[in-house]
């Protein structure tokens, strides 16, 4: 650097005053210069140097961080030459949090003595964010890296015990495919094969993975694999958030097995029932035959007494009738009690039409209200 020429110097810092946020302090910490992209970064319109060259570095800290041991120590170790390079915490215009990537670097004279500090800048608050936003996610998950190809990256000590490994076994999986997550048969499948084929290409991933643990039982996480790409859209590396859903899923299980061993014995008191109803409905008909066949014979019987009863009573009847005339005898009362005892045949035979009729209607209306029941 010192053998450059003067406008070497001024082009080279030039080139960098174009592309990065500058600005120049005093010894003890006050503004002396800054360009329009540092303006720009912190919070300011371009064209306002003035509203800051003077003031002390302090208004882009925190009010607690200024009045720190630690900000004091911190510029005079600047003002006895140290080089500060890294990530820092600073306060914008409007009071916002911003992340800047950035040099504290001790400008010296000819003779070796510290004359003021350049710093130079990028605003790195997206990555920053987006690394804490990581780092809480990792605090309370387990998340896995692995290559575009499956092979395993890095893990969290979450992501460890979950899967069964010790704390600090994160060596043991290292450069190990993810395919000793997943069972040998699904891992020699063309879906597992396309699974990755589709990540690489850059489609995200969620829902609910059966894997296995170290030990081969069976684990469900509840994930997302997360393709994340470089600025041209390919793929560098494969973030997986996961939480452990094996108890809720077994228990899910359990309950949809009993759910199902439930309906299966509901199903089965069913057919039971209507068994049941068959053989009642058969037992009744039987029983019914029975009784109508019973009836018929009880009928038959009744009949057929009748027919006795009247006819040996008109055998009787005449032959006493009969008797009188040959014996000369006074047929007068013979045919007297012929006539009553024919009336009370006539009586008695439609007593015993009247009875045949009751009990044929009694059969015909049980056998309707039985049908009206079912």
């Known amino acids: 650097m010192k053998n450059l020429s003067r406008e070497e110097l001024l082009s080279r810092m030039e080139a960098i005053n174009r592309s990065n946020a500058i600005i120049y302090f005093d010894l003890n910490g006050f503004i002396l210069g800054v360009n329009s992209i540092f303006l720009e970064t912190m919070g300011y319109k371009d064209g306002e140097h003035a509203k800051i060259i003077g003031q002390h570095h302090s208004i882009f800290v925190s009010p607690e961080y200024a009045k720190s041991n630690e900000y004091k120590e911190f510029w005079e170790k600047l003002g006895g030459g140290k080089?500060?390079?890294?990530?820092?915490?600073?306060v914008k215009a409007d009071g916002s949090?911003?992340?800047?990537?950035?040099?504290?670097n001790p400008i010296l004279n000819e003779d070796g003595e510290v004359t003021k500090i350049m710093k130079i800048a990028t605003d790195i608050s997206t990555t920053v964010i987006a690394k804490n936003e990581i780092a809480a996610v990792s605090k309370s998950n387990a998340i896995i890296y692995f290559d575009c190809d499956g092979y395993i990256l890095g893990a969290n000590s979450i992501f460890l015990k979950t899967m069964g490994f010790e704390d600090d076994d994160e060596s043991k999986i290292i450069g190990k495919h993810h395919s000793i997550f997943v069972s040998y048969e699904f891992s020699k499948s063309d879906e597992y094969k396309e699974f990755w084929k589709k990540l690489r290409s850059g489609k995200f991933y969620e829902g609910e993975f059966e894997r296995r643990k170290?030990?081969?039982?069976?684990i469900y996480l509840k994930a997302t694999y997360n393709p994340i790409l470089s600025n041209d859209g390919t793929c560098k590396k494969v973030m997986k958030i996961a939480n452990d859903l094996t108890e809720t899923i077994l228990s899910k299980n359990k309950i949809d097995e009993l759910s199902k061993n439930l309906q299966q014995e509901l199903d089965n008191s069913n057919k039971l029932k209507d068994a049941i109803e068959i053989e009642k409905n058969a037992a009744l008909d039987s029983l019914d035959m029975t009784l109508k066949k019973s009836q018929n014979e009880l009928i038959k019987i009744i009949v057929k007494c009748a027919l006795a009863v009247i006819i040996s009573v008109g055998f009787i009847t005449t032959t006493m009738y009969l008797f009188a005339i040959l014996s000369n005898k006074d047929t007068q009362i013979i045919g007297s009690t012929w006539s009553n005892m024919f009336s009370v045949l006539l009586t008695n035979a439609f007593s015993i039409v009247g009875t045949i009729m009751g009990i044929k209607y009694a059969t015909q209306d049980g056998q309707k209200d039985k049908k009206t029941e079912a």
Do not use: N
């Open 83 to 90: 080089f500060f390079e890294g990530e820092f915490e600073r």
């Open 97 to 104: 949090l911003i992340y800047l990537q950035a040099t504290y």
């Open 214 to 218: 170290i030990d081969g039982t069976p």
